[in-house]
RNA sequence: GGCCGCGUAGCUCAGCUGGUAGAGCAGGUGACUGUUAAUCACCGGGUCACAGGUUCGAGUCCUGUCGCGGUCGCCA
């Protein structure tokens, strides 16, 4: 490695040209667009921070820096010089009037990606090359503020942060896991979910939340599906369903209004209608799943106590609503074996959905979780799972059982929530889905 | 996996009741001093996914295969 040189300064962004006004500059970016007129032409500029216009004109620059910018293509990188004026055509307010242009790294004339529209699965297949247009540009910028916004969220509420294992034996739901070899031990799956840890966690410190990448090898094909998504999930010793819930519409708001405050100009890129999201504040209508069921029937659904609700019936209990809507408390026999039974209902658990409004789906499924040591191993049998590997969750109702509850929260379709994407596969830098494994 | 749909130029698409393969953008050459996905003129660019069938003749109709998308289920 070299030593620090002199010239070695922090280089100047995009971003912080509208205060450098009336002084020259030097910004290094990639070529996004380029446009001539004979005796004058323009460099439109990105480099991650903004876009930057540089003005060049013929009689005002060298002969050899205007025959560089006929060398120019898509996608060059360059670093340009030049005096830094306001100009109110411009985006950002600022235009650059070009003196010196280097080119860094020349760009092949057939770059796929050009100004105008192109189909989704053209654009999946040249990912790398679409992450640098503005639209992606702002929905990875949202997506970050979220992340940010839940750390700060859970920071300022005392939880403590616990990564779980990635590698697992099989336990947690059931279908729908990537196998691996794992040495002599078998097979080892990839995480569906840390929550069984974040149990034993919560045990340990009270509250804690997971954030990391989960998998699930179901032949999803849906906008609101991925086999590799992060998720995020709480969990705290002491709530029971009620205060759970709480949590989760706090949490959501929370998120919504840090990314109105702090990324209006992101929203704007993706078009967002932020009129809609400015009324996500708790609390967040309750709806039992009895009264759901009894709702869509009104509506004409065929839905039957004791049936799971479908993406259908999600759209029209959450049609009357402008806010995410908690469906509560659901058969036993529709959900997960570690959910507590319904102490004023034994048919039905103590959980929650909370469905996104504008039909982006179940964002959170959440629950208190059984602990009964007995009545938890009784279920684990009733669905046939392997006792054996529960011994150690058994455990945590064997030596001081306490109440306890949390949930998950899918990161990507809180972002596409957010930003009003169509689908999620354009809120993750590299989305893995059940046909696309590249790039 | 069920159902529906799509596959034509580098990209986005048009191509009718079957009759010699099209446009815009991108690329090349040239013009133009304030453009914002600049504009204008000219030029190059095709195994119509693949295989078979019907027909004088198939991008078009039929069958099959492959690839992909949407939707449902699974869930976050």
Redesign the pocket.
């Known amino acids: 490695m070299s030593v620090s040189s002199p010239s070695s300064v922090d280089p100047t962004r995009i971003s912080d040209l509208p205060k450098l006004v009336g002084t020259t500059a030097t910004v290094s970016g990639w070529v996004t667009?380029?446009?001539?007129?004979?005796?004058?032409a323009?460099i439109?500029m990105r480099d991650g921070t903004g876009l930057l216009?540089c003005?060049v004109?013929?009689?005002e620059v060298s002969e050899a820096t205007w025959e560089q910018f006929g060398a120019l293509?898509?996608e060059t990188s360059i670093t340009v010089s030049g005096e830094v004026r306001t100009?109110a055509?411009?985006v950002g307010g600022v235009?650059m009037?070009l003196k010196e242009l280097t080119i860094l790294g020349a760009s092949a004339?057939?770059y796929?990606i050009?100004?105008?529209?192109?189909?989704?699965?053209?654009l999946?297949d040249n990912r790398h090359f679409w992450l640098r247009t503005p639209r992606q540009v702002a929905i990875m910028r949202i997506r970050n503020e979220i992340e940010q916004a839940i750390h700060d969220f859970f920071y300022e509420r005392g939880f403590l942060r616990v990564d779980t294992p990635i590698l697992t034996a099989a336990i947690g739901?059931r279908?729908?896991l990537f196998a691996t070899e794992y040495f002599d031990e078998g097979n080892a799956y990839l995480a569906q979910?840390g929550q069984l840890y974040g149990e034993a966690a919560a045990a340990a410190f009270g509250k804690i939340y997971t954030f990391g990448p989960t998998f699930?090898a179901?032949?999803?094909?849906?906008?609101?599906?991925?086999?590799e998504?992060w998720?995020i999930e709480p969990e705290v010793a002491f709530n029971d369903t009620h205060a759970n819930m709480r949590l989760q519409e706090d949490f959501v708001s929370f998120l919504v209004q840090r990314v109105l405050e702090r990324r209006p100009a992101e929203l704007t890129e993706v078009g967002r209608d932020v009129s809609k999201l400015e009324k996500v504040k708790a609390p967040f209508p309750r709806i039992d799943y009895g009264d759901a069921v009894a709702i869509l029937q009104k509506k004409g659904s065929t839905v039957q106590w004791g049936d799971?609700l479908?993406?259908?019936?999600?759209s029209l209990l959450v049609e009357d609503h402008e806010l995410p809507v908690f469906i509560c408390n659901y058969p036993k026999k529709?959900k997960?074996f570690y959910m507590k039974e319904n102490p004023d209902d034994p048919r039905t658990v103590l959980c929650n959905?909370?469905l996104a409004p504008e039909g982006y789906?179940?964002?959170?499924?959440g629950s208190q979780r059984e602990d009964d040591h007995d009545k938890l191993r009784a279920r684990i049998i009733e669905e046939q799972l392997p006792v054996e590997a529960y011994a150690w969750y058994l455990d945590l109702r064997k030596y001081g059982t306490f109440v306890h509850s949390g949930f998950?929260?899918?990161l990507?379709?809180t972002v596409a929530w957010i930003c009003g994407t169509p689908?999620?596969?354009e809120c993750i830098a590299f989305p893995r889905?059940?046909?696309?494994l590249h790039p």
């Not at 050009?114 to 053209?122: A, C, L, R």
């Not at 479908?310 to 999600?314: K, N, W």
């Not at 889905?433 to 696309?436: D, E, G, L, V």
């Open positions: 667009h380029l446009r001539s007129s004979g005796k004058i323009f439109v216009q003005v004109p013929k009689k293509t898509l100009d055509r411009q235009e009037g004339l057939d796929p050009q100004p105008k529209e192109h189909g989704v699965d053209f999946l739901e279908s729908g979910t699930r179901e032949k999803s094909k849906t906008r609101r599906h991925l086999t998504f998720m799971d479908g993406a259908e019936d999600e529709a997960a959905d909370l789906g179940e964002m959170i499924g998950g929260l899918g990507e379709r689908h999620i596969r889905m059940m046909h696309r």
